[in-house]
């Protein structure tokens, strides 16, 4: 197929990266790149979404790799995926045979292995420059639900209307479910059996870089999974924590042992952030360390400096995003910086294994099978949100008491910019249009 059509079925089907930020996925297409990426680490702990997806689907998902090789011109692809998953390997092995540029590379069970900067090193050697993008190494990189979600959009003509969510933690059931956009929270975990805790605690995303959540919240086109935790687990209590508390504690207890540092994936690759001097500077209120503070735009947010590697259990993740996001109120971005051709020679040797850390964090009895449910989910109601991707808005054109059709278009994406079209997850009626979300009533089956 060629690039200019892809693009526009991409766009047109509103395709966004299916985890992370949503980057839509027709802007990754570019004739710069020689290698096209399966992103397969299914990076944070107790999720099992991608995995169970590329076993069960591997033939489409393989097809429409080698595909994009061909838009793109592509000399070839590559499946990044953890070793550990055997029957996911095994199909994907069996899978790629037909396909003569495509391979597998089985990654390490460490922790960020599904960072795609620290993907495309492990699959090619190569180093993205800090504050770059991987198309400036000829790579890009889509995980296994966007590939499907490509699969469908090309041969089936389907936009996106659909998520698999994992839900686990402190429910009857743990399960990944395929369920409408818009869904709510809860009603996704009523699904599951129920919460197994008085009182419990909404978590969207996983325990390394999600965030607390509200029962009432609905799920959009990058949520991966929605964890039930006790108010008094480690995670929470540390997502919890203020700004001000949490600057109070560096200033008093921070000891510069580097830990932060050291075991900093970003850093390991030459990026230019050192969390233990950005901690020094906060202890010492100290702006002038402008190289240490700067840093913050270089942080991918993992969260193994504060919720691994302190020992003191300081949050230099938390303070870090919180500079980050101030530089970007006020237009600060970060400069990219070319690095060196080879990562630091301890990284090797300092990387963090999976196992450990959900020890570590406390995690172990929720580490479980998840299995994939297929039955048909029928919400009485979805919100589809208008801004679920990088970039702009998309603009409703349905109004309160129209009549709409699951895959039916709702509200198209912004014109001349980077933005992506909202489509109805199920049949039924407009009966809210706000300036950030479209309501849906079902019709009753």
Known sequence: MEMTSLKTILQNSGIAGCGGAGFPAYAKLSDKIDTVILNCAECEPLFKLHRQLLEANAEEIIATMDMLCTAMHAERFIVAVK????????AANAAIKDYARGSVCLLEEVYPAGDEVITVYEA???????GGIPAMVGCVVYNVETVLNIHRAIEEDKAVTHKYVTVAGEVKNPATYRVPIGMRYDELVALCGGVTVE???YFAGGPMTGKI??????????TNGILIMPQNHYIIQKRMQKTKVSIARTMSTCCQCRGCTDLCPRNLLGHPITPSDFMRAASNSDVRQTEAVLGALYCSQCGLCEMYSCIQGLNPRSLLSEAKMSFAKQGIRPIVVENNDSAKPERPYRKVPMRRLIARLNLEKYDVAAPVKTEEIQPAQVKLQLSQHIGKPATAIVKKGDKVQA???????????????????????VIKVTDTAIVLKGTKK
């Open 83 to 90: 070793g550990a998953y055997k029957k996911t390997v095994d």
């Open 124 to 130: 090619t050697g190569r180093i993205v420059p800090a």
């Open 199 to 201: 009182e419990p605690v």
């Open 213 to 222: 959540a509200a029962a009432s919240d609905v799920v959009t086109k990058t």
């Open 407 to 429: 895959g039916q278009l709702l509200a198209e994406a912004a014109k001349d910019a980077l933005s992506l079209p909202v489509h109805a997850s199920i049949d039924g009626e």
